[in-house]
């Protein structure tokens, strides 16, 4: 198999369990963890095969391509640390609450 279908098929199958975890996460940090973290490397697989695909195209749209992963890496976290903290300013709770610092934890 060609590099440039395994990063294919890793990137959809990345963003897939992304979606799994949006719908199966029971609040809003642990489904902005699942989508953010999942969006970034799925996104991030798929234009660097895209960008290795595109041997016809001019050089131009792979340095494209490429700039727009690097992009996709710094922001993504940016934007959902805002969420994140826009939902903790606005008083949003989280549902599953983890101590692991409890007596009955192993």
């Given at each position: 198999?060609?590099?440039?279908?395994?990063?294919?098929?890793?990137?959809?199958?990345?963003?897939?369990?992304?979606?799994?975890?949006?719908?199966?996460?029971?609040?809003?940090?642990?489904?902005?963890?699942?989508?953010?973290?999942?969006?970034?490397?799925?996104?991030?697989?798929?234009?660097?095969?895209?960008?290795?695909?595109?041997?016809?195209?001019?050089?131009?749209?792979r340095l494209k391509l490429l700039?727009?992963?690097?992009?996709?890496?710094?922001?993504?976290?940016?934007?959902?640390?805002?969420?994140?903290?826009?939902?903790?300013?606005?008083?949003?709770?989280?549902?599953?609450?983890?101590?692991?610092?409890?007596?009955?934890?192993?």
């Open positions: 198999m060609n590099m440039e279908l395994i990063l294919l098929i890793l990137g959809n199958a990345i963003m897939i369990f992304g979606a799994i975890g949006v719908l199966r996460f029971p609040d809003l940090y642990t489904r902005l963890h699942a989508s953010t973290k999942t969006d970034t490397g799925g996104a991030m697989s798929i234009l660097i095969a895209t960008a290795l695909l595109a041997t016809i195209a001019p050089w131009t749209i700039i727009l992963t690097l992009l996709i890496a710094m922001i993504n976290p940016m934007i959902s640390h805002a969420i994140a903290r826009g939902a903790h300013k606005s008083g949003i709770k989280p549902i599953a609450v983890v101590d692991m610092y409890a007596k009955d934890n192993p």
